[in-house]
């Protein structure tokens, strides 16, 4: 961490500016809103914006990945735990990323509507992160996957979260995270539902083909 992150007056101005963002973002897309706004109303320079971000986009997804970060690795790191079911592991991390969104709700609501490029942010995040506790899973696993493997099963996952999210706010966020998880695992790739072996490795479906 570089000793500008751990300044108080750089945590005091981006707390400042955190607060106008979320208040903005739950009105507009985070592209509609200009760097020059969201300083004044932060009672910021437009120097001190800079410092934390290129533009209110990457801010308002900084901001949501941040919060994904406090949860996320306890639930990714259940993936590769051999004495927790693969499937419940996923269900689990697919609840917190719903109760994140239940967090924000205004904002996302605002993203998903609008069709904000500040989504596409973060489901390139979904994609990276993705593929590092991917790898993690099939450590334990008992066959070999290449890196084309765990690329598409990134990429699939990104999707799935996001599907999940999109449809949820779409609808209202009427029904509950529990009745969304369940009906999402109806529909999830077969990987996603691996069984461990008697040796505690998983057992991921995979199709041979020739060479």
């Known amino acids: 961490m570089s000793t500008e992150r751990i300044d108080p007056r750089f945590q005091r101005s981006h707390d400042a500016i955190a607060a106008v963002m979320l208040e903005l973002a739950a009105q507009v897309p985070a ?3 200009t760097v020059r706004d969201l300083a004044q109303a932060a009672g910021v320079s437009r120097q001190t914006f800079y410092r934390h971000a290129s533009s209110p986009v ?11 970060h406090r949860f996320a690795p306890a639930l990714v790191g259940s993936l590769s735990d051999p004495s ?3 499937e419940d592991a996923w269900r689990a991390l697919y609840s917190g990323m719903l109760d994140h969104v239940n967090r924000f709700a205004p904002v996302y609501q605002v993203m998903v509507s609008r ?24 450590a334990s696993s008992a066959g070999t996957l290449d890196d084309t493997w765990i690329e598409l099963a990134a990429q699939q996952q990104a999707g799935n979260v996001s599907a999940i999210m999109k449809t949820w706010i779409l609808e209202g966020m009427t029904k509950s995270p529990e ?9 999830a790739p077969p990987w996603q539902l691996a ?11 995979t199709r041979r083909h020739g060479t």
């Open 31 to 33: 592209e509609q809103i």
């Open 58 to 68: 990457e801010f308002l997804s900084g901001i949501l990945i941040e919060d994904m």
């Open 84 to 86: 927790v079911r693969f």
């Open 115 to 138: 069709q904000s490029t500040a989504f596409n942010a973060i489901n390139n995040w979904f994609v990276a992160s993705g593929r590092e506790f991917i790898r993690d899973a099939i």
């Open 179 to 187: 009745y969304m998880v369940n009906l999402f695992m109806t529909l």
């Open 195 to 205: 069984r461990r072996n008697e040796s505690g490795k998983l057992d991921f479906p």
